[in-house]
Each structure stands twice: as structure tokens, then as C-alpha cells.
């Protein structure tokens, strides 16, 4: 079967030598596209390799510069204006959602497309045509459900059915399942499917490998605003489409140069039934000086929630946190950091980066040492020392340290919460999902910093959702199942850990830890 546009054998969309300038900066360069409809089609590379600014340009945001173009179905789509776009048939659905939250479904699916009759919307018509498109989905939600009371998962399938509303030809997903549970992304799968059946081409766009080769037909990787191959099908391989992306070799991915075994290192954390009575349950642990240690688990298993004790940022009703042998009382942040522990939170937009502030400022907004200040005053010196030490060490992507941090990538942003968060010299950091919505390349480079910070003997507790990071990356793993610690996965002779035990202990399939 050939999935194109017409009998004449047109692409549905067809993108050619597409650039982007923004001041000194090349965003995209001589980009070409080929989407076919019925297609889901991946697009792949690193933050920052001009995926965001080709859809942009796609959906109208953007106006590409002179000698581009974009056809639908073989007819030219005004460049630079979002209603063309849309009237051609391209809807996006972007990572952080744009719903109304205290509008109903149906309010939200007709918002600035409203029905009406001598200017009074037409609730009816309204209604009745919102059941139809959710009908395609499969949701029976009622259109007069307000959106606060739905889950994330659900107010995806909301944004998918507003896209649906207007009849398109191309569906672009942009990190779709990034704050999705395993149960919704399955869900979600099934409706790209179901879409794909009715010949809407789905342009896809995710980090995670396993995405990729579960729903895509073709992948297209961009690198340094460039495309640099389109990859069939039976063409994919991690070996593949990471040297398209970053020019490395995956077998040097999780390289660890620090020694795995430290049962004979000293406790740095020391964490005895620890409880806050409602999702976490007389938890224990110990990790060493120099030790990764993984807390891996299902969704809504306890993992952030007895992490964020450890830290203060909760307040336990029972159990004891020591730290280097010495008992702490930690009931808030402030408590956790005069212990010399450092949390790097999942949510790092809204609980860990200041945005709208510079580089420089975020990595040095907790540096309370005696060179912070001189006299009363900010030493602006030793603020750009430390800028421009974390520049070097964590490879930020900036044109300099005045940049806000709110205009950075997702890897980049993360690099700089790590910068601030090691300022502080912590002898434990508790890292809450640092790698996610980062791309490959970023996510190389901070399984580099976690190393390097290893060898320096500080204790990491590292909370992932993604398996195969936490194999690779920890030297052993506790795993949570309903707010207890159900099981400790230890490598083999090896040095393999096994994905099953995990997965056992997560289910609750595994025999309990003995309390």
C-alpha cells in the first residue's frame, strides 16, 4: 500500500530547504521534509537541533527565511500565517498543554471557533458535534465536563480531540507522553494507531527510543539545524539513530569509570522507617560515599514522595534521617541543605529554575560561602567565576551566562540546576528524574556528571522512570511498590542488573523485603 496524498503520488506534506535565522544564530539550515499521509514520522535530535523551529514554521509561528516552502497535498501553504496552516489542514499539539482549565471539554474543543447564530453561540450544535469527535477517540466523557477534573492523561486525549475538530491532514505530536502513566501512554499509542488507520499523517516527535520503534514508519533526524538522514522502518537501530544525533557510539552511553562496589565505604545517608502517613511507609535505606543507588518503581509508588522527606521539603511523622553518622532533625529545605543534602526536583520549570533570571544568577542564588559577599555587597567576581567554572564543566549551551535560563533547553536547564545544586558542596544529592524531557545528547552528559560526582565520593540516590537508565547508570537498586521498599536488585557477576527482579519487586510479584 502507498501511503501518499493523492493518485498523482504527491507527499502530503512536503517541506524544502527550509531555514531560520535569529540574529547571529542558524536555526535551521536547508531543511527538507517528506511526510506521507497514513505515516507516523518520527523526528528525532538533540535540544536545540531545530526540531521545535521546523514545526513552528510549519504551523505558521514562524516565517522561514527566503527560498523555503511548504505544500499540503501539493498546494503552497502561506508562509508566516497560522490560520493558512490551520485551513490546510496542520494542527499541533504542543508538550505543555494550552487548555482552559475551568471551561468544559466542549468549551475548550470550540474555543475561538465557536458556533453561533446572530452572535449567541449555539450550545447545541456545540455539543452534539464535540460528542462526535470524542466519539472517534473512543472517550465518552460528557462535553460538559470542566477540564481541572480530569487527569493529565485525559486532557491530552482532549488536546488530541481539539486537533481532530478541525479535520486534519497532519497531526504533529511534540513529546506527547512526557507527564503520561504507563496506562495512559498505552492509550495513547492506540489512538495514534486508530489515526494513522484513517490516513491522518502523525509527525512525532519524542526522545524516547522505545517510542520510536513501537509506533514510527519512518524517522528523520535533525542535527546543528540540519537534517541529516531519514531512517525506513527496518532501518532503526540505537546504534543508528544515536550516531545520527550526536556523532557518539551508544556502547559508551552508560560508561561508569567510578567502582561499582562500595560495601566497604563509609554511610553518608542513613534512612531508618521513615513514614508521612500517607504514601510512604517505614522506609530504610543506606547509600555510601561514592555509590549511585536507584529508587525505581511504578507511577504513584512513594518514590518522589519519601525523597522529598529525606530532603525537608515534606514533614515525616516517624522515623530518623542521619547523615556522615549524625542524627538530623529535617522538616524543611533549609534543614536538608545544613545537612548537606541537595534535591534535584522532577519539576525543574516550577519548583528548581528561577526563568526569568539569568544563568549566572540561578547557578549562584544558594551559595551562601564566605566569598559570596564582601562587606555587605555582592562579590560579583567570584558569581562569574562560578558561572563560568559551570559553563566548562557542564557544557551549557549559551551564547553567554546573561542568557535567561527560561529560553535554554530542557538539557541545558537541567545542567544549570545541577551547576547550582553542586555548588553547595552536598554530601548527598537525591536526583528526582534528572533526565527527563532531555534529549540523547544532554542525557550523556549529565550520566557524565553523575559519575564524576561519584568519584568525588558524594552518595547519590537517583529516582528514574526509564529502566534501562536506571540499569545502566546505578550501581544497585531499591525498588518501591504502594509506599514501601519492596526489594533491593543487586548486580549479577557480570555486573548486569536485572531488568526482571525490578519489575518483579514493582508488581509486587517478588516476595517483600523482611521488615
Known amino acids: 500500500m502507498v501511503n501518499e496524498a493523492g493518485t498523482d503520488g504527491t507527499p502530503v506534506l512536503e517541506m524544502r530547504d527550509i531555514s531560520k535565522t535569529f540574529g547571529a544564530m542558524k536555526a535551521l539550515n536547508d531543511v527538507s521534509l517528506t511526510v506521507r499521509s497514513?505515516?507516523?514520522?518520527?523526528?528525532?535530535?538533540?535540544?536545540?537541533?531545530?526540531?521545535?523551529?521546523?514545526?513552528?514554521?510549519?504551523?505558521?509561528?514562524?516565517?522561514?527565511?527566503?527560498?523555503?516552502?511548504?505544500?499540503?497535498?501539493?498546494?503552497?501553504?502561506?508562509?508566516?500565517?497560522?490560520?493558512?496552516?490551520?485551513?490546510?489542514?496542520?494542527?499541533?499539539?504542543?508538550?505543555?498543554?494550552?487548555?482552559?482549565?475551568?471551561?468544559?471539554?466542549?468549551?475548550?474543543?470550540?474555543?475561538?471557533?465557536?458556533r453561533s447564530r446572530l452572535g449567541f453561540v449555539r450550545g447545541g450544535e456545540q455539543r452534539a458535534k464535540c460528542v462526535s469527535v470524542l466519539g472517534q477517540l473512543g472517550l465518552d466523557f460528557s462535553p460538559d465536563t470542566?477540564?481541572?477534573?480530569?487527569?493529565?492523561?485525559?486532557?491530552?486525549?482532549?488536546?488530541?480531540?481539539?486537533?481532530?475538530?478541525?479535520?486534519?491532514?497532519?497531526?504533529?505530536?511534540?513529546?506527547?507522553?512526557?507527564?503520561?502513566?504507563?496506562?495512559?501512554?498505552?492509550?495513547?499509542?492506540?489512538?495514534?494507531?486508530?489515526?494513522?488507520?484513517?490516513?491522518?499523517?502523525?509527525?512525532?516527535?519524542?526522545?524516547?527510543?522505545?517510542?520510536?520503534?513501537?509506533?514510527?514508519?519512518?524517522?528523520?533526524?535533525?542535527?546543528?539545524?540540519?537534517?541529516?538522514?531519514?531512517?525506513?522502518?527496518?532501518?532503526?537501530?540505537?546504534?543508528?539513530?544515536?550516531?545520527?544525533?550526536?556523532?557518539?557510539?551508544?556502547?559508551?552511553?552508560?560508561?561508569?569509570?567510578?567502582?561499582?562496589?562500595?560495601?566497604?565505604?563509609?554511610?553518608?545517608?542513613?534512612?531508618?522507617?521513615?513514614?508521612?502517613?500517607?504514601?510512604?511507609?517505614?522506609?530504610?535505606?543506606?547509600?555510601?560515599?561514592?555509590?549511585?543507588?536507584?529508587?525505581?518503581?511504578?507511577?504513584?509508588?512513594?518514590?518522589?514522595?519519601?525523597?522529598?522527606?529525606?530532603?525537608?521539603?515534606?514533614?515525616?511523622?516517624?522515623?530518623?534521617i542521619a547523615v556522615d553518622g549524625s542524627a538530623r532533625k529535617i522538616e524543611s529545605p533549609s534543614d536538608g541543605i545544613a545537612a548537606g543534602i541537595a534535591y534535584l526536583t522532577e519539576d525543574r520549570k516550577g519548583l528548581g529554575l528561577f526563568l526569568d533570571m539569568s544563568i549566572r544568577d540561578n547557578v549562584n542564588v544558594s551559595v551562601v560561602s564566605d566569598d559570596a559577599h564582601w562587606f555587605g555587597f555582592r562579590n560579583f567576581q567570584s558569581a562569574a567565576q562560578r558561572s563560568s567554572k559551570a559553563f566548562s564543566e557542564f557544557a551549557i549551551r549559551a551564547a553567554n551566562d546573561q542568557v535567561a535560563v527560561g529560553s535554554l533547553s530542557g538539557g541545558n536547564q537541567q545542567k544549570v540546576l545541577l551547576a547550582r545544586l553542586i555548588e553547595a558542596n552536598p554530601k548527598v544529592i537525591i536526583l528526582d528524574e534528572p533526565t527527563r524531557g532531555v534529549d540523547i545528547g544532554a542525557k550523556s552528559e549529565i550520566y557524565r556528571l553523575i559519575d564524576a560526582l561519584a568519584r568525588r565520593d558524594v552518595a547519590i540516590l537517583m529516582i528514574s522512570s526509564e529502566l534501562p537508565e536506571i540499569i545502566g547508570v546505578c550501581d544497585r537498586v531499591l525498588v518501591m511498590n504502594q509506599g514501601r521498599i519492596s526489594g533491593e536488585v543487586r548486580p549479577a557477576p557480570d555486573g548486569t542488573i536485572s531488568q526482571q527482579e525490578i519489575m518483579a519487586f514493582s508488581t509486587g510479584t517478588a516476595p517483600a523485603v523482611p521488615a
Do not use: W
Request: with cysteine; net charge neutral.
Open 38 to 114: 497514513g505515516e507516523v514520522h518520527a523526528l528525532m535530535g538533540e535540544n536545540g537541533a531545530g526540531k521545535s523551529t521546523l514545526m513552528k514554521i510549519l504551523s505558521g509561528a514562524y516565517v522561514p527565511d527566503q527560498g523555503g516552502s511548504v505544500m499540503v497535498a501539493g498546494q503552497p501553504v502561506a508562509p508566516g500565517n497560522p490560520h493558512a496552516s490551520k485551513a490546510a489542514g496542520i494542527a499541533v499539539i504542543y508538550q505543555e498543554l494550552s487548555l482552559a482549565p475551568n471551561l468544559t471539554i466542549a468549551q475548550n474543543i470550540y474555543l475561538g471557533a465557536e
Open 146 to 320: 470542566v477540564v481541572a477534573s480530569l487527569s493529565i492523561g485525559e486532557r491530552q486525549m482532549v488536546e488530541i480531540a481539539r486537533a481532530l475538530s478541525f479535520s486534519p491532514r497532519i497531526l504533529v505530536m511534540d513529546e506527547p507522553t512526557t507527564s503520561l502513566t504507563s496506562r495512559e501512554t498505552d492509550r495513547l499509542f492506540k489512538v495514534i494507531r486508530d489515526l494513522k488507520s484513517q490516513g491522518i499523517a502523525i509527525i512525532y516527535i519524542s526522545h524516547r527510543m522505545e517510542e520510536i520503534y513501537a509506533l514510527s514508519d519512518r524517522v528523520t533526524v535533525l542535527r546543528d539545524s540540519r537534517a541529516v538522514g531519514t531512517l525506513e522502518r527496518s532501518e532503526l537501530s540505537p546504534e543508528t539513530l544515536v550516531s545520527m544525533m550526536v556523532g557518539r557510539d551508544v556502547s559508551t552511553f552508560y560508561k561508569k569509570s567510578h567502582a561499582a562496589d562500595k560495601s566497604d565505604a563509609r554511610v553518608v545517608l542513613s534512612v531508618k522507617n521513615l513514614s508521612d502517613g500517607r504514601k510512604v511507609r517505614d522506609c530504610s535505606l543506606d547509600v555510601r560515599a561514592g555509590e549511585v543507588v536507584g529508587l525505581s518503581g511504578l507511577v504513584g509508588s512513594g518514590r518522589t514522595e519519601l525523597a522529598r522527606l529525606i530532603f525537608g521539603a515534606d514533614i515525616a511523622t516517624s522515623g530518623t
